[in-house]
């Protein structure tokens, strides 16, 4: 059997059928077969599990994005504007989206995401319903259009187009009249969502910064994402409510160790809520969820979202990078990675240099499998890997075969050190991928053992790499 197909299939599960006099909740079955000593059967729930769409299978096999913060703010040296800067400022003297695209593609990542417009209002394409946009900037004498050079570069390099539209907008007039502004939102969707092609991820947020005394803004968000559904079938639609893919809770990168795919889509209703179950929900999921939506962990490579040129020398390393791989894409959810370009319109040579480097870690961490030809076994509840000789190494590679769903609950990695094994590494969910970094360790078995699951897992692949 060659470790990398998966491990179960849609009739039997791991041993063989289970005894109906058996059937109890799963994890006091699986206390009692331990100490009984028998056979571990892993039964299936009742119910079929949810699973993926095809659109985010493509998503989740992608596992990282690139982020471009970029816009009004870069030249005023600010996170949030607040909607009466002048479109004049606006003027990227070298502005190149290939170079943007390039270097995403040079460190492993497969989309990119564009701020098409954040929470001051300005466009960066030349929309119809306003006039505060690229088309009053002195850039490219107002003939310019920051969408489609971007759309057309990322295609260029075989990359993904995303495309953020921010909800709040505190420049157009409308904002708070809801209907009228719903109406406004919607043109500009259709204007983004029609004209540059195909686009993979439409990125949303739950913006409404106004506070107490401010403007009362209500989203349609039925509308939006019936026009997103319309206009874009094959994108993935993100926000803290999805509905396809969820915001993971936190702007440091960081998933959440359980993580599952599944969720209870009534604990997080809408875009903006709050509370902690909602926190609960974006960071881990939930094993008994009724839909599928997995997590995105966002971050930025420096402090801030937008270019600050006070910021130069506190871009994040490559070792830094590498750990936030680990906690996000090695821990189930997509990494989305923020990279700002600055008023040149260029990613800084800083940027480009750490992110190079991180992508050239991962790749030649992940460029050999060292599992890759071992004879695979299984038992009721463990897969065992023989190789034809000693490896040596300090990642474990595991993941389910999610287009079936994610059943994983609990596991442990045990290494043969010649005379017992020895467990090198524990966790609870696996998904799409799970890395666990392990001592340094050389053996010529490994094996993965089941110690707990919502239904009969599938394991598509155990491998092994050292640095």
Known sequence: MDPSVRWGDEQVSFGASLDPRLLMHRRPFLMAS??????????????????????????????????????????????????????????PSALDAAQWARAARRAGFHSLILTAKHHDGFCLWPSAVTRHSVASSPWRNGEGDVVREFTEACRAEGLGAGLYLSPWDRHEPSYGDSPRYNDFYIAQLTELLTRYGSITEVWFDGANGEGPDGKRQVY???????????????????????????????????????????????TVPY?????????????????????????????SIRPGWFWHPAENDQVKTASELTELYFMSVGRNANLLLNVPPTRDGLLHETDVRNLTAFGDGIAARSETDLAAGARASRSSHALTLTLPAPVRFDVVDLREAIEHGQRVAGYRVEAWNGGRWMTISQGTTIGHRKLDRVPLTTAEQVRLVITDAVAAPMVAKVGLYGS
């Not at 206009?231 to 990168?253: C, H, K, M, Y």
């Not at 903006?272 to 939930?286: K, R, T």
């Open 220 to 266: 349609d968000w039925e509308r939006i994402h019936r026009t997103v559904r319309r206009l874009q079938p094959e994108a993935v639609i993100f926000s803290d409510a999805g509905p396809d893919v969820r915001w993971i809770g936190n702007e440091r990168g960081m998933a959440g160790d359980p993580n599952w795919c599944t969720v209870n889509p009534a």
């Open 34 to 91: 331990a100490a009984a000593g028998a056979s571990l059967f892993l039964p299936r729930l009742p119910r079929m599990r949810p699973r993926p769409t095809e659109a985010q299978l493509r998503y989740q096999r992608a596992e990282r994005a690139l982020f471009i913060h970029f816009g009004i703010n870069t030249f005023t040296d600010r996170e949030w504007g607040d909607g009466t800067e002048s479109p004049a400022l606006f003027n």
């Open 271 to 299: 875009p903006g809520v709050s509370g902690p179950a909602v926190e609960a929900m974006l960071q881990h999921g939930d094993p008994d969820g009724s839909i599928w939506r997995p997590g995105e962990a966002d971050v």
